[in-house]
């Protein structure tokens, strides 16, 4: 192991005193006789089951889940880390808490599992089995964890479609994914998925018809709009004899199966799915749980789409995993969010930071009541008093190919002072290293490089990529990111190797936007970067036109809004004079600080008019 290689211990390790084992307080995850022991509670060290409590625990039969309590204090044995095994402990031991809450609508543990099983039923008979991949395009509320919870309790393959896709993307993520069945809203905001279905399969005819194969999505083969599911009777669904079915299927779930491929950009702007197995993702959101401060009974608001990791695992499997209530919205805007947040008694509010202080600068924020919300949260929502100096807080970091975060430190604990600026520590089940970017050879300590990662949390793979060309011979993972580890294996983020930005959260890769635009008519050179301005970071252009195209900045925002999602199109525009260029290096590749500095100086805003 090299001098910047930086492990978390899977065996409990540290300075024993009496039944205490020391430990990090960001390790959530522990591991002990081959079983899955997360710990989970507020500001303490972690400690080991007793012999006598792991007798009990070995008496539980063929129990997949089991849990230990103490004072401030829950083990969760998970002899099989699966979803169905963990929505039956979670019935079993918090079947009243709710589960998911929205303005608008409640769920509890219990009906969720209740609900999810009619689904299960009624998915099962429409050829839905272990292995099947289904599509959920759908907007964040209980329905979309139902149905969720539905397809991977029998171990169907979860894949997470963006409501922001337009039927381009949404055609090539369907087709990539080879997905069987899809479950669609009929439109969100103003976008009509009916009309993009039918535009992009030939054979879809719309809600309640039947499908024919097409060569187009050559899969699919089944299409719900959600408001067609779940009409079955818990009785019609017991006579029919499909949850002895849905059982079986949910008993041979294990721990390596696929449990859900969700989307994200690659390296050159070209979507890759990523896929997670039910064992990784359910290690891997635990071992973040103490760095996040969520445990059992824990209120926890993450406005993020589920269709991103943030919102999937960030709220949906950690709310199941730790017992806590998940509070979400399909639109979050500050006159419904803060009256929803004051309501329902939030007690951690993770999310965007922007919209932290969004909330913060309402005019109804300092009349609202948030005094259950806990140390943790993001501070734009937190009192004057109990915010941290600027850097004293760890960064969480991750990305989808770890399910999250991989390296972190208690959100309400303030950083060693040295440590301030850094991302923390590699959370348990996870490697990092630091390399050279050009030999890919190991750095030294405090040297910056390329950060690589492996262990038992990562992904399985990519869809359509072999292991080899995804992962390295001895299993890390190259991020594409730039940091450096320090002698205490703390780990600083030093920006992208690529020129990837993000945008409210979401990512931008420059090379898919300039493809885009790039191939309009009448565009001859198009050049994007981020531009920061007092509203955030912004998408901007500068465009190269054909003498005589007689294309304006709204032309072009026009044609660029019916191909990209709402995020990516640019909202600072350039059209360059005929015979100017961009701002270059001696080398011939673009000047990126003074390309940015021409574009907030001279470029046309379009905020408005992209929104």
């Given at each position: 192991?090299?001098?910047?290689?930086?492990?978390?211990?899977?065996?409990?390790?540290?300075?024993?005193e009496g039944s205490t084992i020391r430990l990090s307080k960001r390790q959530a995850l522990l591991v002990a006789n081959e079983q899955v022991l997360v710990g989970m509670f507020p500001g303490s060290p972690f400690q080991q089951p007793t012999n006598r409590e792991r007798e009990i625990v070995g008496r539980g039969g063929t129990d997949q889940v089991s849990t230990i309590h103490r004072p401030r204090i829950t083990f969760i044995v998970m002899r099989t880390p699966t979803i169905p095994a963990l929505l039956t402990h979670r019935v079993h031991h918090d079947g009243d808490r709710d589960a998911v809450v929205t303005p608008d609508q409640s769920i509890t543990y219990r009906d969720l599992e209740r609900e999810s099983e009619a689904l299960a039923c009624e998915l099962v008979g429409e050829g839905v089995s272990k292995g099947s991949r289904v599509g959920l395009l759908m907007e964040n509320g209980v329905g979309w964890v139902t149905l969720a919870m539905a397809i991977m309790r029998v171990g169907g393959v979860l894949v997470p479609l963006s409501t922001l896709l337009r039927p381009s993307e949404l055609s090539m993520q369907l087709r990539?994914?080879?997905?069987?069945?899809?479950?669609m809203s009929s439109g969100f905001r103003g976008r009509d998925y009916v009309a993009d279905l039918s535009e992009i399969a030939t054979g879809y005819r719309g809600p309640g018809q039947p499908m024919d194969r097409s060569a187009e999505l050559p899969a699919l083969r089944r299409v719900w709009c959600f408001e067609e599911l779940g009409h079955r009777s818990s009785r019609a669904v017991e006579v029919d004899g499909r949850r002895g079915v849905v059982a079986e299927l949910g008993s041979v779930v294990g721990p390596s199966d696929d449990l859900v491929i969700i989307f994200t950009s690659g390296s050159r702007g070209l979507p890759k799915g990523v896929i997670h197995t039910h064992g990784n993702a359910v290690r891997a959101t635990a071992a973040g749980l103490d760095a996040r401060c969520i445990g059992p009974g824990d209120r926890l608001y993450i406005p993020m789409p589920m269709f991103w990791m943030g919102g999937f695992g960030g709220?949906?499997?950690s709310a199941i995993i730790a017992g806590a209530t998940l509070l979400t919205e399909a639109v979050a805007d500050p006159s419904t969010t803060l009256p929803f947040l004051e309501r329902e008694?939030?007690?951690?509010?993770?999310?965007?930071?922007?919209?932290?202080?969004r909330l913060a600068r309402h005019p109804a924020f300092a009349e609202t009541d948030l005094s259950t919300l806990r140390p943790g949260s993001l501070q734009g929502v937190l009192?004057?008093?109990?915010?941290?100096?600027?850097?004293?807080?760890a960064n969480l970091f991750g990305m989808t190919e770890s399910c999250g975060p991989y390296s972190g430190y208690r959100l309400d604990q303030d950083l060693p002072r040295a440590k301030w600026g850094s991302c923390g520590r590699p959370l348990a089940?996870?490697?990092?290293r630091i390399v050279d970017p050009d030999s890919d050879d190991p750095l030294e300590v405090g040297q910056a490089g390329a950060i690589e990662i492996r262990g038992p949390n990562m992904m399985r793979g990519i869809v359509g990529l072999s292991r080899e060309s995804v992962f390295r011979a001895d299993g890390y993972y190259p991020t594409g990111d730039l940091g450096s580890l320090d002698s205490d294996g703390y780990l600083y983020f030093l920006g992208r190797r690529d020129d990837m930005f993000k945008v409210r959260g979401a990512s931008v890769y420059p090379s898919e936007v300039e493809a885009i635009i790039g191939s309009?008519?009448?565009?001859?050179?198009?050049?994007v970067t981020s531009v920061e301005g007092p509203a955030g970071v912004a998408v901007g252009v500068a465009v190269q036109l054909v003498d005589g195209s007689g294309f304006g900045i709204d032309d072009l925002l026009a044609a660029t809004?019916?191909?990209?999602?709402?995020?990516?199109?640019?909202?600072?525009w350039m059209i360059l004079e005929p015979g100017s260029d961009v701002p270059r290096m001696p080398t011939g590749k673009v000047d990126k600080n003074a390309f940015q500095t021409l574009l907030w100086e001279r470029g046309t805003s379009t905020s408005r008019a992209a929104e």
């Open positions: 192991m090299c001098a910047t290689t930086c492990s978390r211990p899977h065996e409990p390790s540290g300075n024993r990539q994914t080879s997905v069987s069945h899809l479950i709220g949906v499997l008694r939030v007690t951690l509010f993770r999310g965007w930071p922007d919209q932290a202080e009192p004057e008093g109990s915010r941290s100096a600027s850097g004293a807080r089940g996870v490697e990092v309009l008519l009448g565009v001859n050179g198009v050049f809004k019916t191909q990209l999602s709402a995020f990516k199109v640019p909202t600072v």
